[in-house]
């Protein structure tokens, strides 16, 4: 039955003023939308309290939580659990405190249960499986069937290990940093902070280093595709076959670039960083590395349905960033008008003094020359973090900021890439079944198929790559992350081009993360490269690099950062970094 009365804008101005007044603030800012802090309401009545719920969850976290604690354990995987722990911690005290909140976010909660009732896998389910029993032991709240399924996995290790926790718990509901604590040692006393990202077929129980084989950083473990999402991954695969073919296969240690010009992978860049390792960064081999332009990953009709669908989602967000653009070009534009010095003795004609020459044919002619501007010729490369873990919102605020700051830029004459980076595979891919075929050698170094993917090249116009971004959102294509081989390849790609100034933009949410790699090598192998690699760029290259981190703390890594904790921020984000780094030196 559909909702006629009230209708959806009712029910957004009552939402609204109702999580205004559960957040005890009346200047909340509430938004509506696929991207936005909420979505738009439903069409059916049996999932209003779900929506409501949704509302009053983001009410509870004004209300109960402190902005400026932020969580970080050191892995994504982990910060993920954190901080799904810490808005059942929020929701907890809300029920508690108001018994109408605490009907509607029951019934979110189950909503959220019935989208994973597929899920299988015990890793998958954890998530599921903390919150109910979470919400069980705080609220004694009855486990649901479709919670059931996920609870069975894990109901032996919270029984033995999770029950001495359930007091404390109950304890520091009220001290988020507490709360905090606690949950951390009980995933821990759980072993849930060092699960195997490789399953008993990958990796053989009889192999001795299998026993010693975990994960430090498994982010991407809960995005791992299910059997159908292999499938079609495999239908994709299948499809791009005959466009692998006539690309050809690149000779080892070789990359083609947008021009098809031959490269060495042995880069300026990477002999810098050679010279100054502490440790020696090896790939195991190049042959199935891929870059690509968007174009050739689907069908051009499959482009044109990605791009609206991104159109459609754009909605209030388009309309923020588009105003914070227009700010940008003003200020680029004031930049770059144009000013004259007159009455020169050579230079362009001054056609506003040839009246004087009619009448009087003896005036000398008049020259004007045109002043140097200060604004130099500039190049800016959107480097895109394409991992499993910026799947939803993050990458569809990134795909938006990058298509208008890309178009914007154009406006200003100043030429502007997107590029993005993931992997091929899951679990290491064609580089895992070599190294397996060759006997398991020990610290093989990176062990996957990397792909770079170019969205928009500098010398593409907008109106022709426009239609590449909507690629972003495409399922199957998120994956792993290997950073330090991205951030060289974006900047090599930058550093050849002629402009006097140039800047390097990364957009990421998080640390460089493939399993296969961490599961062979030394748990900080990828971090300690990309730290060598950003201290290369920052000490040596006329590339100025600046990085956005979407809910990570990337100031860690970079020393011209800057973190946003919502999405909707990033456009903000980059328009104010971009902005100070135009200013005139």
């Not at 498994?218 to 495999?234: C, G, K, L, R």
Request: net charge negative; charged share 30%; glycine share 4%.
């Amino acid at each position: 039955m559909s909702l006629k009365n009230p209708s959806p804008e009712l029910i957004k101005e009552a939402v609204a003023a109702a999580t205004r007044a559960l957040a005890e603030n009346p200047d909340l800012e509430i938004n509506f939308g696929a991207i936005s802090s909420l979505p738009n309401p439903p069409t059916h009545k049996n999932e209003l309290p779900s929506f409501r719920g949704k509302a009053d969850s983001a009410a509870c976290a004004q209300l109960f939580r402190k902005e400026k604690i932020s969580v970080d354990a050191g892995t994504p995987r982990l910060n993920a659990l954190l901080a799904n722990l810490e808005d059942v911690r929020v929701e907890v005290l809300g029920s508690k405190k108001y018994p109408g909140v605490a009907t509607n976010l029951k019934a979110k909660f189950d909503d959220k249960c019935k989208e994973s009732q597929f899920l299988e896998e015990k890793e998958d389910v954890l998530e599921i499986a903390l919150e109910a029993w979470f919400r069980n032991i705080l609220l004694n709240e009855k486990i649901s069937p479709d919670s059931t399924r996920s609870l069975k996995h894990w109901k032996k290790e919270l029984r033995n290990k999770g029950l001495p926790f359930k007091n404390a718990l109950e304890e520091s509901l009220e001290d988020q940093i507490k709360f905090s604590e606690t949950v951390r040692q009980l995933l821990h006393v759980l072993e849930v902070d060092d699960i195997k990202p490789l399953s008993e077929e990958d990796e053989p129980s009889t192999d001795p280093d299998n026993d010693d084989a975990r994960e430090d950083d498994s982010e991407n473990e809960e995005e791992m595709p299910d059997e159908s999402d292999i499938s079609q991954d495999s239908e994709m695969e299948e499809g791009t076959e005959d466009i692998d073919t006539e690309i050809g296969e690149p000779e080892d240690d070789s990359i083609v670039d947008e021009n098809e010009e031959v490269l060495t992978n042995q880069s300026w860049l990477e002999s810098l960083i050679e010279q100054t390792a502490n440790f020696n960064y090896k790939v195991y081999t190049r042959s199935f590395d891929e870059e690509l332009k968007a174009e050739d990953l689907c069908s051009p009709e499959e482009l044109q349905r990605l791009r609206k669908h991104l159109d459609q989602l754009m909605g209030p967000s388009k309309t923020t960033v588009s105003k914070l653009a227009h700010r940008l070009q003003r200020f680029l534009m004031a930049q770059q008008n144009r000013s004259w010095e007159f009455n020169k003795d050579e230079g362009i004609l001054d056609s506003s003094k040839l009246h004087k020459i009619i009448t009087n044919p003896l005036t000398a002619l008049s020259y004007k020359v045109e002043k140097d501007t200060d604004f130099r010729d500039t190049s800016v490369s959107i480097l895109v973090d394409s991992s499993g873990s910026m799947r939803g919102r993050s990458m569809t605020v990134a795909a938006i900021c990058a298509d208008i700051i890309s178009t914007t830029l154009e406006r200003c004459n100043v030429k502007t890439e997107v590029l993005g980076f993931t992997t091929k595979h899951w679990k290491g891919g064609e580089s895992r079944k070599k190294w397996m075929e060759d006997g398991k050698p020990e610290n093989p170094g990176r062990l996957n198929d990397i792909r770079h993917i170019i969205f928009k090249s500098a010398e593409t116009p907008w109106r022709r790559g426009q239609k590449n971004f909507g690629l972003m959102l495409r399922e199957g294509l998120l994956k792993e992350n290997v950073d330090g081989e991205a951030l060289i390849w974006a900047h090599d790609r930058l550093a050849r081009r002629q402009e006097q100034r140039k800047i390097l933009m990364v957009i990421s949410d998080g640390a460089p993360v493939d399993d296969s790699t961490l599961s062979t090598n030394k748990n900080n192998f990828l971090d300690l490269h990309l730290r060598q690699v950003i201290h290369s760029i920052e000490s040596q290259s006329s590339v100025s690099l600046i990085a956005i981190g979407i809910g990570h703390d990337v100031t860690r890594y970079y020393k011209n950062a800057v973190t946003i904790h919502r999405a909707e921020e990033l456009g903000g984000a980059m328009l104010e970094q971009l902005t100070d780094l135009f200013k005139v030196d």
